[in-house]
């Protein structure tokens, strides 16, 4: 039996970029430092009525931040904010646009006012299979102390301009330096096909009640459950 061909998602730059702005990477290669270390049992909180265990020990919160590409920065930015981010000047010395302007009105009303939005200029072009597209987020799990990436969903096989990123400064009055190759967005594809679903709101059935007691029940009575009986494999 042959199994379902491998698809693939390309990053495309002009011939005089390659080798100089940072390159896309697989998001299971952003694992943050903090997660790392953490470890899967806190000592100190472990007792008779409490197992102790971290966020190291959740599948799901892992899985969000491995899944899909990282696209970096393409090359070193200068961000000084001012009067609480209602001011933000910016610089660069790369031969490239790296910053540009939105404007408040196109986000009047946004928790964040009066903090201005920006976009981010990338450099990489994005091709994938017909009929799939990308959600363009920021980092799952991971917050950047000085951005918020607003996210969005672009149809990547049929639309091959470059893609920009809007975001709102978010730290604090300072000069803040985005390294080249600082992780901007997680790129995450998808099958279109996948997201139209109709959607039924139900009350359960008795064997859905029966199977969701008994998956309770499981991950109470040994640790690491989900990762073995529910948790699909992962290429």
Same mark, same amino acid.
């Given at each position: 039996m042959f199994g379902r061909r491998a698809l693939t998602i390309e990053f495309t730059c002009a011939p005089e970029d390659k080798g100089i702005i940072a390159e896309p990477f697989p998001a299971k290669g952003f694992i943050p430092d903090w997660f790392k270390k953490l470890p899967?049992?806190?000592?100190?909180?472990?007792?008779? =009525?409490?197992? @102790?265990?971290?966020? $190291? %020990? &959740?599948?799901?919160? !892992?899985? @969000?931040?491995? +899944? =899909?590409?990282?696209?970096p920065l393409a090359?070193?930015?200068?961000?000084e904010? $001012?009067?609480?981010g209602a001011s933000i000047e910016y610089g660069w010395d790369f031969d490239r646009t790296m910053v540009s302007n939105h404007f408040s009105y196109q986000v009047s009303g946004h928790p964040l006012e009066p903090r201005p939005p920006i976009k981010l200029h990338n450099y990489?072009?994005?091709?994938?299979?017909?009929?799939?597209?990308? *959600?363009?987020?920021?980092? !799952?799990? %991971? @917050?950047?102390?000085?951005?918020?990436?607003?996210? =969005?969903?672009?149809? +990547?096989?049929?639309?091959?301009?470059?893609?920009?990123?809007? &975001? *709102?400064?978010?730290? $604090?009055? @300072? *000069?803040? %330096? !985005?390294? $080249?190759?600082?992780?901007?967005?997680?790129?995450?594809?998808?099958e279109r096909a996948g997201t139209y679903i109709k959607g039924v709101v139900r009350t359960e059935t008795e064997a859905e009640k029966a199977e969701r007691i008994a998956h309770s029940r499981s991950i109470q009575a040994s640790e690491g459950w989900y990762r073995s009986a529910a948790r699909a494999a992962r290429s």
């Open positions: 899967p049992v806190d000592l100190r909180e472990v007792g008779v =009525g409490a197992r @102790a265990q971290t966020v $190291k %020990r &959740c599948m799901p919160f !892992l899985d @969000a931040m491995s +899944t =899909g590409w990282i696209i090359a070193t930015v200068r961000i904010v $001012k009067d609480g990489w072009g994005i091709r994938t299979p017909p009929g799939w597209s990308c *959600l363009f987020a920021p980092p !799952l799990n %991971r @917050a950047h102390p000085a951005l918020e990436i607003m996210s =969005g969903i672009v149809d +990547t096989d049929t639309y091959h301009e470059l893609i920009n990123f809007p &975001c *709102l400064v978010t730290g $604090k009055d @300072a *000069l803040h %330096r !985005l390294d $080249k190759g600082t992780p901007l967005v997680q790129v995450i594809p998808f």
